[in-house]
């Protein structure tokens, strides 16, 4: 099982939807996990981090079940300024701030 | 801004050359990444420094591959007779404060090998 799985997408929605990704996770000992934004041939850029069962930001959820290991993001009312790759992020072990990204997941938001 | 600068920004060799790339962070910042990033992927972490001490060694880390940050400030990657497969954005990224797990990339190195 890969440490960080997503689905890649693309999915596309229209404005103002509500659109959700999940991304599994293999290390059952992992603490915090975060949810980075990739704008296309751009730095990735941190999103919101999730440190218990969840984090809201404004249109923005994240929401974490140890028990099944996965972590979901959900954005509402989407905008045109949302698509982007969305990547999932677990730290390596060993610390250091060394992260494992998974693949990311492609949103498109269409008029 | 992002803090981190780096150079060149791209960079197209042949196959068999050796490349080097360099990140600059603005201000002093004790941990220093290196990750790559090929199409399609995620950012794959490559190696750490914590001042100018590297700490870590990813697999993918291959010999033909080192990385240096002989002042603890700025860092150079170094990749020697390079192949196909080296091809990829290669990012540098400097830590956030605390143990927060917010990484702060640099707009990254693309590397096309021909």
């Known amino acids: 099982r890969k440490e960080v799985e997503q689905d890649p997408g693309p999915f596309n929605v229209p404005e103002g939807a509500t659109v959700a990704f999940n991304c599994t996770y293999s290390?059952?000992?992992?603490?915090?996990f975060f949810w980075y934004r990739q704008d296309c041939r751009k730095e990735p850029k941190l999103l919101m981090s999730?440190?218990?069962s969840g984090n809201e930001d404004g249109r923005f959820t994240a929401q974490l079940n140890r028990a099944s290991q996965y972590i979901s993001l959900l954005i509402r009312d989407s905008k045109l300024s949302d698509s982007a790759t969305y990547l999932c992020?677990?730290?390596?072990?060993?610390?250091?701030?060394?992260?494992?990204f998974g693949t990311g997941t492609q949103l498109k938001v269409e008029l | 801004d992002t803090g981190v600068s780096q150079n060149p920004r791209h960079k197209i060799t042949k196959r068999g050359q050796n490349v080097t790339f360099r990140c600059d962070p603005i201000?002093?910042?004790?941990?220093l990444y290196w990750y790559r990033q090929t199409l399609g992927q995620g950012p794959e972490f490559l190696t750490y420094?914590?001042?100018?001490?590297?700490?870590?060694k990813s697999r993918l880390l291959s010999d033909r591959f080192s990385a240096e940050r002989p002042k603890g400030s700025f860092s150079t990657l170094e990749i020697q007779r390079t192949e196909q497969g080296d091809s990829a954005m290669y990012l540098c990224?400097?830590?956030?404060?605390?143990?927060?797990?917010?990484?702060?990339f640099g707009e990254g190195s693309r590397l096309t090998v021909l």
């Open positions: 990224a400097i830590a956030g404060a605390g143990n927060t797990g917010e990484l702060f």
């Open positions: 201000s002093e910042h004790n941990r």
């Open positions: 992020v677990v730290p390596l072990t060993g610390g250091g701030n060394k992260l494992t």
């Open positions: 999730v440190y218990s």
């Open positions: 290390n059952s000992a992992s603490q915090s």
């Open positions: 420094f914590q001042n100018e001490a590297q700490l870590e």
